[in-house]
């Protein structure tokens, strides 16, 4: 069936540092592919996403692209910021959109960003 | 601010008691709700998708005897555990479906059963 792997954490960075967080995931068919983040006493948001092979989801900084020959969907950052400590979770629904179709999500990854 | 709130954020409760947990929209209705739990490190997994005014469709292997989901109005779904055991401890997570095409998600509830 469906499944999404991402790293695990926490990961702890300095400010400014460069972030990458992996997401690998196995799907048959073409899945959706989303990022979440939950920051602290907050529910679940959607941070961005994908859905077609080569796209790029991106906000906020974040940037994610999917990659079908690598079933990837690793999240990147060039300068991460203190507001940026979150848990952020991988996800992937085998629709268009996040919505009727069940969203299949990775275990999260908390980061961490010392000022 | 929060589009979609869950009661009680902690809950602590005895071995063979029952607890329930609210979901609410706030701001808009939502026909479709979702109800997920999450284990220490381990991901979100889909426990049942709650339409208003039917019965909820539960993923394989959740028993629905045992997590009782009610979606009587428009915005407010309810996930009752029955007599709960130590190994119903968990993160609830529930999420509403907007116009369509947009999920919001709640901020989660934490139970500890003991």
């Known amino acids: 069936g469906n499944s999404v792997t991402q790293m695990e954490g926490p990961v702890t960075l300095s400010e400014e540092a460069f972030l990458t967080i992996n997401c690998t995931y196995t799907a048959t068919g073409y899945p959706s592919l989303f990022w979440y983040v939950q920051y602290p006493g907050e529910g679940l948001q959607l941070l961005l996403k994908a859905t077609k092979a080569d796209d790029k989801g991106s906000n906020k900084g974040f940037e994610a692209t999917y990659r079908k020959e690598t079933t990837s969907f690793h999240l990147e950052k060039g300068s991460v910021q203190v507001s940026d400590s979150a848990v952020y979770f991988c996800a992937l629904s085998d629709g268009t959109d996040s919505s009727a179709s069940k969203i299949i999500f990775g275990s999260g990854t908390r980061l961490s960003i010392r000022p | 601010g929060a589009v979609v709130s869950q009661h009680p954020s902690w809950v602590i409760c005895k071995s063979g008691t029952s607890v329930k947990i609210e979901c609410r929209s706030l701001?808009?209705?939502?026909?479709?709700m979702f109800w997920y739990r999450q284990f220490p490190k381990q991901s979100l997994m889909l426990m049942a998708t709650?339409?208003?005014?039917?019965?909820?469709?539960?993923e394989q292997g959740v028993e629905k005897d045992k997590f009782l989901i009610n979606h009587a109005s428009l915005t407010l779904s309810t996930l009752t555990v029955t007599s709960a055991h130590p190994e119903d401890s968990s993160f609830y997570i529930c999420?509403?479906?907007?116009?369509?095409?947009?999920?919001?998600f709640g901020e989660g509830s934490w139970l500890t059963v003991v």
């Open positions: 999420s509403a479906l907007w116009s369509g095409n947009t999920i919001y």
């Open positions: 701001d808009f209705q939502a026909t479709t």
């Open positions: 709650s339409n208003e005014g039917s019965k909820a469709t539960y």
